[in-house]
């Protein structure tokens, strides 16, 4: 059977680990991504974030070249780059951001703050890093609004684990800027649910500027992806509710050119395991506005396409950047062993057509 979606490498380096990526288009039509290098997944005593660009639709890449200072100890003690991510804002300017985590439990109680690098030139150049009043970790992209009453403003949201130690509360927040990140809001809470491990938050903007965040369930049984409503520019969330992706680990959700709603993910089944057995699947999700606002289930519907599947014995994939360019080409990175020893990122090319025949 031939592949529906076309493949391509951004990125590989067999003596580094590389994963958790991410991409941006520029006013160009440059594609911008950028990753994490590291020791290994499971071990992050050398972190390092780089970036590669693409100026032919993701055909080819550049040499990788790092954005952030490399960071060396131990990650009990010393601090370390995570999952970075790219946006790029109304006026052209890039914009990473990237957490740093130091101390037990992915700085539970110990540090969990979030950086900015700013581009002006296309990912040429790079100022920064930038603190943020910003707690948690695995933050989404800084999203800055198009529509309604509170157009132009930024959110950028984390996750967190709220005390006590032994019995954490599950936390997703997102904070709010009017000026252009000079000053923010006190945390906003989308999701804190007992019982529930809900993380990984994107959040997306519907046409009318109402906004919903897709998050991950953590608790490794496999359930759906669990979704916020906001119609107040992210001051306030509704839910959440469950949606109907499941397995849904690490979503990254926005609109398409035709105003349905694209969400990228890894799936994770659930059982015994981690890399090598929950993680070899990554998929791309499809809906519609009308799903997106559903309160129950069974008022959403989706199409599930598989992207890519993990053959290594040691199976990682499944956090992912995506963009759409104007004629419907949709480019997605994503990271994942395969046939590499280390992890690398690769590119995939779509269109409408590989979801459903018209």
Same mark, same amino acid.
């Given at each position: 059977?031939?592949?529906?979606?076309?493949?391509?490498?951004?990125?590989?380096?067999?003596?580094?680990?590389?994963?958790?990526?991410?991409?941006?288009?520029?006013?160009?039509?440059?594609?911008?991504?950028?990753?994490?290098?590291?020791?290994?997944?499971?071990?992050?005593?050398?972190?390092?974030?780089?970036?590669?660009?693409?100026?032919?639709?993701?055909?080819?890449?550049?040499?990788?070249?790092?954005? !952030?200072?490399?960071?060396?100890?131990?990650?009990? +003690?010393?601090?370390?780059?995570?999952? %970075?991510?790219?946006?790029?804002?109304?006026?052209?300017?890039?914009?990473?951001?990237?957490?740093?985590?130091?101390?037990?439990?992915?700085?539970?109680?110990?540090?969990?703050?979030?950086?900015?690098?700013?581009?002006?030139?296309?990912?040429?150049?790079?100022?920064?890093?930038?603190?943020?009043?910003?707690?948690?970790?695995?933050?989404?992209?800084?999203?800055?609004?198009?529509?309604?009453?509170?157009?132009?403003?930024?959110?950028?949201?984390? +996750?967190?684990?709220?005390?006590?130690?032994?019995?954490?509360?599950?936390?997703?927040?997102?904070?709010?800027?009017?000026?252009?990140?000079?000053?923010?809001?006190?945390?906003?809470?989308?999701?804190?649910?007992?019982?529930? +491990?809900?993380?990984?938050?994107?959040?997306?903007?519907?046409?009318?500027?109402?906004?919903?965040?897709?998050?991950?369930?953590?608790?490794?049984?496999?359930?759906?992806?669990?979704?916020?409503?906001? !119609?107040?520019?992210?001051?306030?969330?509704?839910? %959440?509710?469950?949606?109907?992706?499941?397995?849904?680990?690490? %979503?990254?959700?926005?609109?398409?050119?035709?105003?349905?709603?694209?969400?990228?993910?890894?799936?994770?089944?659930?059982?015994?395991?981690?890399?090598?057995?929950?993680?070899?699947?990554?998929?791309?999700?499809?809906?519609?506005?009308?799903?997106?606002?559903?309160?129950?289930?069974?008022?959403?519907?989706?199409?599930?396409?598989?992207?890519?599947?993990?053959?290594?014995?040691?199976?990682?994939?499944?956090?992912?950047?995506?963009?759409?360019?104007?004629?419907?080409?949709?480019?997605?990175?994503?990271?994942?062993?395969?046939?590499?020893?280390?992890?690398?990122?690769?590119?995939?090319?779509?269109?409408?057509?590989?979801?459903?025949?018209?």
């Amino acid at each position: 059977m031939s592949r529906l979606v076309e493949q391509f490498i951004v990125s590989r380096d067999d003596e580094i680990y590389e994963a958790f990526p991410d991409v941006a288009l520029t006013p160009t039509g440059r594609l911008v991504c950028v990753f994490a290098e590291c020791t290994h997944h499971r071990d992050r005593s050398y972190t390092r974030v780089m970036m590669t660009r693409s100026d032919d639709r993701g055909r080819t890449w550049s040499e990788k070249v790092p954005i !952030s200072e490399a960071l060396k100890g131990d990650p009990k +003690q010393n601090p370390w780059w995570n999952c %970075p991510r790219v946006s790029c804002l109304s006026d052209g300017r890039l914009v990473v951001v990237c957490d740093r985590i130091a101390g037990w439990g992915e700085g539970m109680f110990g540090e969990q703050s979030n950086w900015l690098w700013i581009s002006d030139d296309g990912g040429e150049t790079w100022t920064g890093p930038r603190s943020t009043p910003i707690v948690g970790i695995v933050p989404d992209q800084l999203i800055e609004l198009k529509a309604g009453e509170h157009a132009g403003r930024w959110l950028l949201s984390a +996750q967190t684990k709220l005390p006590p130690k032994e019995t954490p509360l599950w936390s997703v927040r997102t904070w709010l800027s009017d000026d252009g990140g000079q000053t923010w809001s006190q945390p906003c809470r989308i999701a804190e649910v007992l019982g529930l +491990q809900l993380c990984e938050g994107s959040v997306a903007e519907l046409p009318d500027g109402d906004l919903v965040c897709f998050m991950r369930e953590n608790s490794g049984q496999g359930l759906d992806a669990f979704k916020c409503l906001s !119609s107040d520019g992210g001051e306030s969330w509704q839910g %959440p509710f469950r949606f109907p992706l499941p397995g849904c680990h690490r %979503p990254v959700a926005g609109m398409l050119n035709d105003e349905l709603m694209l969400i990228t993910h890894r799936y994770m089944q659930g059982g015994k395991g981690w890399v090598g057995w929950w993680t070899q699947n990554f998929f791309a999700g499809l809906t519609d506005v009308e799903s997106c606002r559903a309160r129950r289930r069974e008022d959403a519907h989706t199409r599930i396409l598989p992207v890519d599947f993990d053959r290594h014995l040691e199976s990682d994939t499944g956090y992912s950047g995506w963009v759409q360019f104007d004629d419907g080409e949709i480019y997605i990175v994503n990271y994942i062993l395969d046939d590499a020893p280390k992890a690398q990122i690769r590119g995939y090319s779509l269109r409408m057509k590989d979801f459903r025949l018209e």
